[in-house]
């Protein structure tokens, strides 16, 4: 299958605490995990990416923590602002890594 | 910074015309993808390119949807007829390898069928 899941779909948080989403796959095969922020009316950017060999990687207030086992990945926000309001996509690749499958995303509300 | 460049921005037609989106990508970048990207959803594949041959076309409905990168640069993405349900955000992205990594997306073109 080439399911990726998000959870949850909304998210809101007060300033200046943590955020974290959980993304799940299905094809044990992925080996590259990238996650994107969409703002209102924008296009997607890439925030952070991990590979299958590497079980963590942080920059700044932003990590993102790889379980292949579980198949699952989550995505670590720090200290939130007002600016880290978005939505936020994980994708997983699929099809011997040729192409990403992306999930539906999670809408990240960050209250001042 | 280099971006991918697409057009136009917003574009309204009528059902049973003919649209066209435009996209440049980042130069040098072999691979392009062209998604559709539906409200509230994540976006999803519709055609991938290296250089100037298809790599995966197994999402496009090629009943009315096309796809070219003649010369493995800009591509241009067909709907003919257009249809109510094809209402959406077209996004371009490109990446300089192969494979999935570091795709670069651009600002897409909205797309509204009356």
């Known amino acids: 299958g080439e399911n990726v899941e998000q959870h949850p779909s909304t998210l809101s948080v007060q300033e200046g605490d943590s955020a974290v989403i959980k993304c799940t796959y299905s094809d044990s095969a992925s080996n590259y995990f990238p996650w994107y922020k969409q703002e209102l009316g924008k296009r997607p950017q890439l925030i952070i990416d991990?590979?299958?060999?590497?079980g963590e990687k942080k920059d700044q207030r932003i990590a993102v923590t790889l379980n292949k086992t579980a198949k699952h990945f989550s995505l670590h926000i720090t200290e939130t602002q007002p600016e880290d309001s978005a939505v936020y996509f994980c994708?997983?690749?699929?099809?011997?890594?040729?192409?990403?499958?992306f999930g539906k995303g999670n809408q990240v509300v960050v209250i001042p | 910074e280099a971006e991918v460049a697409q057009s136009p921005r917003y574009k309204i037609t009528e059902k049973s015309q003919a649209v066209a989106f435009w996209c440049d990508p980042i130069?040098?970048?072999?691979?392009l993808y062209w998604y559709r990207q539906i409200l509230g959803q994540g976006p999803e594949l519709l055609v991938q390119?290296?250089?100037?041959?298809?790599?995966?076309d197994s999402q496009l409905p090629k009943d009315r949807f096309s796809a070219e990168r003649l010369k493995g640069v800009d591509s241009t993405l067909k709907i003919q007829p257009a249809e109510l349900g094809d209402s959406a955000m077209y996004l371009c992205?490109?990446?300089?390898?192969?494979?999935?990594?570091?795709?670069?997306f651009g600002p897409g073109t909205r797309l509204l069928v009356l």
């Open positions: 390119f290296q250089d100037e041959s298809v790599v995966d």
């Open positions: 991990i590979r299958s060999n590497v």
């Open positions: 994708a997983a690749s699929i099809k011997g890594n040729n192409r990403l499958a």
């Open positions: 992205a490109s990446s300089s390898y192969r494979g999935p990594e570091t795709q670069y």
């Open positions: 130069s040098g970048h072999a691979t």
